[in-house]
């Protein structure tokens, strides 16, 4: 469990909020166990790497509600123990979406997660 984050656990997967507030809100992570069916309905738009638990592809996005805009990202981790899907979210009504926050704050916790 990183530090400054609060987790929450499912039978599907997990859940973490980070305690200190970034933009509107507090960034969240999610990741959970997906199957072969629910990953081929997934478009991702070419973006991927390998990483030590197998393959990563990825997208980000922005969203908007009455309630607000941010930035999500979405990841899809093939390794050998099957797929698991992330979404990592924030409030953030930046209109550039800044990278450096989700590769300080959320690809170190999507990196290290491994499918048991």
Do not use: C, H
């Not at 309630?67 to 979210?89: I, N, P």
Request: net charge positive; glycine share 10%.
């Amino acid at each position: 469990m990183p530090e400054g984050w609060q987790s929450s656990l499912s039978r599907s997967g997990v859940s973490l909020v980070r305690s200190q507030p970034y933009g509107g809100g507090y960034p969240t992570l999610n990741i959970r166990r997906i199957s072969e069916e629910q990953a081929s309905s997934l478009r991702f738009d070419g973006s991927s790497f390998d990483s030590e638990g197998g393959r990563v592809e990825y997208r980000y996005q922005r969203w908007n509600n009455p309630r607000g805009a941010g930035y999500r990202l979405e990841a899809l981790l093939s390794g050998k123990s099957g797929l698991l899907f992330a979404d990592a979210s924030v409030w953030d009504p930046a209109k550039n979406l800044n990278r450096a926050f989700f590769e300080d704050s959320f690809w170190p916790i999507i990196n290290s997660v491994r499918s048991p």
